[in-house]
């Protein structure tokens, strides 16, 4: 097991194309999160999974921004009409199980032009 | 709200100081904290966890202490090394998610 793996590692869009990234847990891992982490602050988070069930979103998540989670394994954040405020990294995460150790991917750096 | 303050914002020291990183959070109601580094561009690699019923962890060369009543965590890096060169995140769990600082940047210089 290599870790959390997240794809791609780089994207660069213009504004008001759609993205989407994707990440693989450890396996095992029930839980997902994905956070969004801006230049010189700390993650911030956006939505997290319950095996295939996503029990929480942020006010962050527009409704420009879905993920999913099917069957529980690997999951996508899709972002539509993007904008220059969406250039971030983001990060998704994944735990045991609640209030356990979380381990992050290194990141999708998306760069809106 | 839950709000968490790292202190100092960033710290240059010379290799084999040993020092203390800060953090602060406003409610107490904590499940447990997270230490986390960040290498610049790249992800987070997790460094301890405290739970909240537990006063320290240490691994290596890092210690990390939780006192919930103060709402502060500090961690301690012994014997620095220009390898420990990053961004020191904390992060408090939160119910079903953790709340991050804005990290300390750390130099450790030859």
């Known amino acids: 097991d290599t870790g959390v793996s997240q794809n791609p590692r780089h994207k660069i869009t213009k504004r008001g194309q759609n993205v989407t990234f994707r990440c693989d847990p450890i396996?095992?891992?029930?839980?997902l999160y994905w956070y969004r982490q801006t230049l010189g602050q700390g993650p911030e988070f956006l939505t997290y999974?319950?095996?295939?069930?996503?029990?929480?979103k942020s006010r962050l998540l527009s409704d420009r921004f879905s993920a999913e989670r099917p069957k529980g394994s690997f999951s996508t954040l899709e972002i539509q009409r993007t904008e220059q405020g969406d250039s971030a990294m983001y990060l998704c995460?994944?735990?045991?199980?609640?209030?356990?150790?979380?381990?992050f991917g290194q990141g999708t750096r998306l760069t809106v032009v | 709200k839950q709000e968490v303050t790292q202190i100092p914002a960033a710290l240059s020291v010379p290799e084999g100081e040993n020092l203390v990183l800060n953090c602060s959070f406003t409610?107490?109601?904590?499940?447990?904290l997270q230490w986390f580094r960040q290498d610049p561009g790249k992800g987070l690699t997790s460094l301890l966890l405290?739970?909240?019923?537990?006063r320290e962890q240490t691994s290596g060369r890092l210690n990390a202490s939780l006192d919930k009543s103060s709402g502060r965590s500090t961690l301690y890096i012994a014997a620095s090394q220009p390898g420990d060169s990053a961004t020191y995140l904390c992060?408090?769990?939160?119910?079903?998610?953790?709340?991050f600082g804005t990290g300390t940047r750390l130099q450790v210089f030859p």
């Open positions: 409610d107490s109601a904590i499940y447990n």
């Open positions: 396996s095992e891992h029930n839980r």
């Open positions: 995460a994944s735990s045991v199980a609640r209030n356990t150790e979380a381990f």
């Open positions: 999974f319950q095996n295939e069930a996503q029990l929480e």
């Open positions: 405290i739970q909240s019923s537990q």
């Open positions: 992060a408090v769990g939160n119910t079903d998610k953790l709340i």
